[in-house]
């Protein structure tokens, strides 16, 4: 089982008397890139604070690497590989692009490191846009460059699994286009990867294998190939209309 | 929890009432009147701290100048208490204003040092101005209080104490449950919100600000004939640490908890004295662990645990809602809301946001603006809605002129809007954030307000009415008493669209309604929309999601690089090369192949 990255057992998370996620069992393997889809209010954001400890669970376990996480602080995850891409991107807006990304690698030791370095250049080799902008403030960059910068900053922290709440929320068509190939390339580079995305359509154009999870449970789940030709699934996410918007074509 | 309120009300006069006939001595009686005049500093206070978020620590300036204009008028002219009284409610409810005139400029900490100012100088100009204040040695012989002539006995002077902060009380509370109090949260919440609602947080916070000096006031001049002479040494900067203690003590926001915070901070040092040299260290360390412990105050924390045991409040009957026809729909005659924006350019620096813009939305039409993120879009957005002025252009909504005018303006002139990223009231509950929406459509006043009339009544319960109608229209009924901010973000979009059409706009400029959602939920949200512009209401669609444009709009209009680069109907629009090239990235043809 050394292979399985993220297992989340019988997660169970509660606001006051409020359950927001009763029963959720989810497996990340080393290498997959992993989709989560559902409604608003199913459980997904909630699902993902209890995985990174933003919210202590009331039950169940969160296992990484192996080891026994529930209830370990966020930062402490990070510190161990598991990082977030906030839904929203929560970018420190005032502060520079570069800072932004200096921040990201805080507890890598800041720039300090030759590895922090390393992964300097490379985020900024995948996001080419962001290095012309290093200087600028990020509050004040487009919406597409914006969720750029919040993945760079996420890679900044250089995690073994990194988990994306939310990646299309606010982009145009096209940005949300190259945002799903970036993710792409940086899982066949070996980066694991869970995304929660309300665009199942894309999502599961890109991933391995997907989760749907409506009113705090898991309901489906498979290899998102299956996935995405399930009635059901395609009924309440895919639309019964035909896309004219373009899409992803399917990982080889 | 209906019952909870005005049980305290009853408690609050039982124990008033009890007090002067157990009271041990006169000293013990004098104590709990100086507690009472506290108490209304204190509750006046409540309102600024609890309701509009801000922080006085000058208090005991306002307290002052109430104490040296009653004693001042009682000595010199011979004034009795209530005109003594009123006098110093003039005087320090002027200095209120002008205390608020600087919260236009500065906030938080920094509002805070400007009050600290204020405090200082009160009391440097009540040590140097000798021939009116008396200078250090302070005014002394202030005459026995009396009213029309008639000398009051002690226990009359306690009566008229206890009757003062009681109905004090009993006035914020009315304020508080009224639209001025829910305006006053919503404001300290979302500044920007607020004034896209049409509501005005100057005109609140300077508000906030008269009552809790004209209560500090009052109080001053009770506080002068209680010690029959008063000197500047009373009225330091402690002395404001202490009224603000009392606030947050007991719990800002609470009805009672400043009382009870007043109460404690009164009796508590005399206690205390037992430990003599330790005193102020008990004090502090007291406070200390109370804070600690009660991190919302005593009421506060209290309240909150309540909540947490008790059964959630009932739902808000459905049955009880206006149907949104009833709330929304304009004359067949209006239904011409026409926005035209002829040439718009703002520059930021150096850079073009927008160059050249003209838009026209047609009353009755659903009108939609794309473009790739970074066009100009939110800018577009924020101009016309008044929160960035435009360098040059101008533009107008059913012949009337917007440019130059406030945002706050806009919005009652019809023009409604929701944000990109949701600017909700997030403590107010959901239902409460649609009816801050409906308050531009409230005409009752703060008299009004403040002895509950029945004309407010009514509005109150149309007002609500309507709410709960809208919910049901957004589809959030069983949401109504949660906290906006605990509403998934989906949900919290949805939220923004009940309140904004609260306040029956002309135009509705929403701002990507459809980031977040899932394919079925779009589906609802086109029926919405649909909806709505059945309604007569025009509408303004800022979205990214194809198929929900493509669906809905009667004209589409494309921006790249902050210029219009096409508008055209829908089906045009999608095969326009320019717009391929700038936004869909790949030819719709090969998607639809794709896909």
Redesign the interface.
Known sequence: MSDVLLDIKNLELR????IAVRDISLSVRRGQLVAV?????AGK?SMVRGATGLVCPSGGQVHFRGEDTTGLSADRKVSRGLVMVP??RLLFPDQTVEDNLILGAYLRGGLKHQASRSALERVIGLFPRLKERLHQQAGS?????QQMLAIARGLMAQPELLIID?LS???????V??LMRALTTLNKEGLTILLVE?L??HALAIADYGFVIANGRIAREGPSSVLSRDPEVME????K???????P?PKE | MRYLIPLGFFAFALILAAVPLMAANEYALRLFMLFLIYGMIAVGLNVLVGLTGLVSLGQAGLFALGSYTGAILATRLGFDIVACCIGAAIVSGAFGVLLAYPTMRVKGVYLAVVTIAFGIIVENVAIEWQSLTGGTTGLSSIPRPNVFGIKLSGFAFYGVLAVTLFVFTLLIQNLKISRYGRTMLAVSQSETASRALGINPTGLRMLAFVVASVTAGIAGTFYAFLNSYISPDIFTFSDSVRFLLMVILGGAGSTFGPVIGAYILTYLPEYLQQFQLWQKFAYGALLLLVMFALPRGILGTFRLAFD?LRP?DPIPDVAEGLPVETTLRHKKEMWTAELVASALTVRFGGLSALSNVSLRVKGGEIHAL?????AGKSTFVNTISGFYRPDEGRCELDGVELTGRRSLEIARLGLARTF??TELFGELSVLENVMAGYDQRLSYGLLQALLRTPRMRREESECRRAAIGLLGFVGLSQYGNEAAR??????QRRLEIARALAGKPRLLLLD?PA?????????DLEAMIRRIAGLGISVLLVE?H??LI??LADTVTVLDYGEVIASDNPAAI?NDPRVIEA????S?E???T??
């Open positions: 606001y006051g008397a409020a889809i559902g409604n608003n209010g954001s839904e929203g960059m487009s919406g597409g460059e939310e929320l606010g982009l145009a068509p096209k940005i286009d190259q309300q199942a359509s309440a996410f895919l639309g209309k035909k896309s004219t918007i373009s899409t074509k | 947490r959630a794309i473009g790739p993120n970074g990109q990223n605990s509403l998934p973000f989906g949900l990507e980031a977040g959602l899932t394919t079925q939920e779009i589906d990214h194809v198929d493509m669906a999608q936004y869909f990235g790949t719709p090969r998607a639809e794709a896909a």
